[in-house]
Every structure is written in C-alpha cells, then in structure tokens.
C-alpha cells in the first residue's frame, strides 16, 4: 500500500487519502514555530515574499507541480509502496519497498543533500526546500471548520501549542524525533537524527549521500504504517467517512500525525543548519 509521506510523516491513509494542501500546509506552519535560528534564517531567505517566508505557503508546492511535464519525473518520490500485507502484517522495508532508489526513502536523502549545498543555485536549494516541506482530506476539511474556524494557521498554532504545554504527552513528544527500531540490532537501536544525518555527510560527493539509505525516514515510515492494521482497515466500506465514528477515532491520528510532520521537519533543518534538534 502506498504510505505518503512529509518528511517521514506518513499518511493515516496510506495513499487512500492524502492529507492533501491542508495538511501540508499545516505542517509548515508547525515547523515554522520549532526552527532555530540559522535554519528559519535560510527558511525565510530561501523562500522569500513569494511564499511569505514561510513553509506553510510553500508545502504544498511539490504535489501542484507534479503533474506538470517538467515534474513528472518526482512521482514515484512522494510515497514508499510498502509490499506488506494488512491488516495481518504491516511493515515497510527499504530494501524490499525502494529497491530501485525511487521512492520517498531516497528522495529524502537527496533533498537533504541538496538543501545545504552551496554550490546550487538558490532556485535549486529552494526547490529542495519544498520537497523536503512537502514529503508528508475531506476529514480535515470538517475538522477545520468544525474546531478552528476553518482556518488552517489557528489549526497550525493549536497543535503547536499542544506541543509546547505537554497537551501532547511530553514523553510521547520526545519519542516522535526519536530513531530507535526494534527490528534492528541492539547497536543500532538509539540512533539520533544528528546521527543519522551525520552518516549521510560523511559521503564525500554529493551523488553518493543522495543513494545513502537514512534510519530516521525508514523508523518514521515504519511508525506511520502500523495504522494501517490498528485503524485504517476498521472502515466500512459504503461508510460516511466523515459522518461515522470511523471519522471520530481517526481524528486524533490525524492531529497527531500532522503534529508529528510539523516537529521532525523542523528537527530536521535544525540539525542541517544549527547542528542540533534544538527541540524540548
């Protein structure tokens, strides 16, 4: 099935239903309130009074253009199509679900690369930017009006705020910039995102760190992929999505997960431009 995903912010729906500009603008805005200075520097230069310098304007950028005949080529990099098989078993494997290097596994680690280099043009870093902004329905648009005034930046503030006071279960907050996967050898088990992207640069040209296979994105993936055998397989087929108490349980998933995009993206610039998560 396919999982889309934001920067390792995986689709509840897994490609069924996306979380479409709504959510992709929502992240952006999340991840506009945990950057560091350096990072919401080359954020706001980057992206300028084009997208008010802001990655909430700018998200939903990659999936508008993909269907242009310029952009055809980034399909394939905004999911991973995990060959599990739910709701017996879910599971996403790198070397099973992106063996061909062309999937959001590896678009990734190519965006990262490309986002810090400084031998691109500004148009080229920018462009990764919103690649990066943007690798992460009819439910969000009820959510919004019925909760925040159909507005997307007081939905953006109310999960961020959720975040900063522990609304969110702070332990649990923690967990969500964590790369640990149970699956992995005990060595492995605490990897970090300084760490993993650490391993990405120690590749010395550019096209070698883009085919590097990163943890963090992967454990992510894996993370957003068990919903589909605790929840997503629960519906009905001939449900009101958006009626039923299908809609009521998912509702939480899905703040949590857009919460979730939010704060690893900006996990993640932080640690390209700041050198640290810089994050409670």
Known sequence: MKTLAYLGVLSVFNGVYGWGELGHETVGFIAMQFLSPKALAFVQSSLGSTYNKSLGPAAPWADDVRSETAYKWSAPFHFVDAQDNPPTSCSVSETRDCASGTCILSAIANYTTRVVE?????TQRQEALKFLG????????KLLAANYSNSVTTWANSLAKRIKTGT?????VSSWISCSNTTEPVAKRSLTIEEDIATLFSKRDIESRAKTPLECPLVWAQDANKFDCSYVFSFKSGTDLCTSSYYTGAVPIIETQIAKGGYRLAAWLNVLFDGATNLP
């Open 118 to 122: 400084t031998s691109l043009s500004a």
């Open 134 to 141: 943007n690798i992460y329905t009819g439910m969000i648009t």
């Open 168 to 172: 969110f279960n702070s332990a649990a």
